[in-house]
């Protein structure tokens, strides 16, 4: 079942089969969790990149580099250029996830270790699911809510758990780039039913380019930059900023926004293992709780209803 079955026109007359339905919905799902697992990094990676290199050359470098490659596959695909609606939408997916998640957390792990950072951004599937509700045009069922709030709670019980303390600037830094970025996935992850996974990232990317190039030329590192640092920062660019959204809209546009967008409760945990092998930093044991519960909440809005408008 191509993704784009799952755009319900107004004068669509036939829903798809639940077992077509039930198909996409799991490719959907392991689609985004393989997205998931990619970003999952990303902390980490800002955190070695920040190191060495001034976080709005990390933050906007990465745009550039990924841009030069989402060319090249919009090129390779013969893509046609997006109609106007979709510029519209394509801009907000610039904002959220080219320009101002990068910048926020780039700007913040420059404070906090990146243990801190996974924490904070846990918000993220509790936003995107609201956003899956004002811009994906999906109505998910109480049972769905119900799945997601226990997940929700064992985050914040997760995040109470380390005593974060005060809230500082790098908080509200790391908070107002889950808002955007929230935004910016149900955004995309509704254009992708029509244009497409990899193609809505590359027209992203090339719609951002005439802030991102000059920013980054502005901000070039004129020291010494560790092997650490570059690293982190090939990451960001390939990975982070590329490859991992081919994956996380195919999946948001197969499985839907709302139910799709809740395998990021695993970015979470998964972070905190990463930070703790290549940085070194320390995972609770309450770590090991709220993995299980988040795959409990995951498992339950898997099997919860969904209606998309």
Known sequence: MSTESNVIDPGAIAAPAPEEARRAELRGLALATLGVAIFSFSLPATRLAVADLDPLFVAFGRAVVAAVLGAAVLRALRAPRPSGAQWR???????????????FTALALRHVDATHGAVVIALLPAWTAVFAVLRAGESPSRGFWLAAGFGLVAVLAFIASRGL?????????????????????????????????????????????????PLTLAFLPGGHVGTDAWL??????????????????????????????????????????????????????????????????????????????
């Open 89 to 103: 939408s394509l801009a907000i997916v610039a904002f959220g996830v080219v320009a101002a998640f990068p910048l």
């Open 165 to 213: 303390g005060a809230i500082g600037l790098a908080d509200v830094e790391l908070l107002g780039a889950t808002v955007l970025c929230s935004l910016a996935y149900a955004e995309g992850g509704a254009l992708s039913r029509t244009l497409g996974g990899p193609q809505t990232i590359c027209w992203a990317l090339l719609l951002a380019l005439p802030l991102s190039l």
């Open 232 to 309: 982190g920062f090939a990451y960001v660019s390939l990975f982070s900023m590329f490859l991992g959204f081919f994956a996380w809209y195919a999946g948001l546009s197969a499985g839907g926004v709302a139910k799709a967008g809740q395998t990021q409760l695993l970015q979470t945990p998964l972070t905190l293992a990463l930070s703790a092998i290549v940085l070194g930093e320390h995972v609770p044991p309450a770590a090991i709780a709220c993995t299980v519960a988040v795959l409990l909440s995951i498992v339950g809005t898997q099997r919860a209803r969904v209606v998309r408008r």
